[in-house]
């Protein structure tokens, strides 16, 4: 069965560093998404992408967050400059079609800012 | 845009027994609700979904109902066993736009 993949399942980096998580989303999916959960939280959404541009995001999502789709499999979340509230799983996602149907979610990379 | 709201944060049943979690939306244009099934460490998994076309859905021994009225769905487990033990997560997508917004979760636990 299909499914979304990310890597790393860990990244631990210094406060300042600039991380890149990466995924790759389920080959005939249109929309990609990221999300992330703090430890012991609810799920929240950072940010949707189809057709190779953000089509929404939350006010999470700052200019410190930027997502990129560099080639046609890859999916990627970079945080330019961490601190230590971003240390949280995040989980990238794609579903097939926008809305009304089921988003499949990855394994997560679970990021610590230390 | 949605708001989201799940009860309870806690539940705990002994094994055998039903267990519901109830959600409430904002936004009277949604028409999708899926549950997502946490474990520890784990993904997200859907374990069951409604459209607003219909009323209940039931898989084996998950069953959702929804009201539109209302606004709120309502996730139903009967004859929990203790691998039923999890956070579940409700989530909707209001009418614009294709995010998912989750509730606060539920943490079940199934006592043998």
């Known amino acids: 069965e299909p499914e979304v993949t990310q890597t790393p399942s860990h990244q631990v980096t210094q406060m300042g560093q600039e991380v890149i998580l990466r995924c790759v989303p389920i080959s005939n999916h249109l929309y990609f998404y990221w999300y992330r959960q703090i430890l012991g939280q609810k799920v929240e959404f950072l940010v949707s992408?189809?057709?190779?541009?953000?089509?929404?995001k939350s006010e999470i999502f700052d200019d410190q967050f930027s997502v990129e789709r560099p080639d046609g499999s890859n999916f990627t979340l970079k945080i330019r400059s961490t601190k230590l509230e971003d240390s949280a799983m995040y989980f990238c996602?794609?579903?097939?079609?926008?809305?009304?149907?089921?988003?499949?979610f990855g394994q997560g990379t679970r990021l610590t800012v230390v | 845009g949605e708001n989201v709201e799940q009860h309870p944060s806690t539940l705990s049943v002994q094994e055998g027994d039903s267990a519901v979690i109830k959600c409430t939306y904002s936004?009277?244009?949604?028409?999708?609700f899926p549950w997502y099934k946490q474990e520890l460490g784990k993904r997200p998994q859907l374990i069951i979904d409604i459209r607003s076309n219909v009323g209940e859905k039931k898989d084996q021994r998950i069953a959702v109902t929804l009201n539109k009225t209302a606004k709120h769905f309502s996730l139903h487990i009967t004859e929990t066993q203790p691998e039923d033990s999890a956070v579940y997560f409700c989530a909707g997508p209001g009418a614009a736009g294709n995010k998912l917004t989750f509730g606060g979760g539920t943490r079940v636990l199934v006592k043998p």
């Open positions: 996602a794609s579903s097939p079609q926008g809305r009304n149907t089921e988003a499949f």
């Open positions: 992408f189809y057709n190779n541009e953000i089509s929404e």
């Open positions: 936004d009277s244009a949604s028409n999708y």
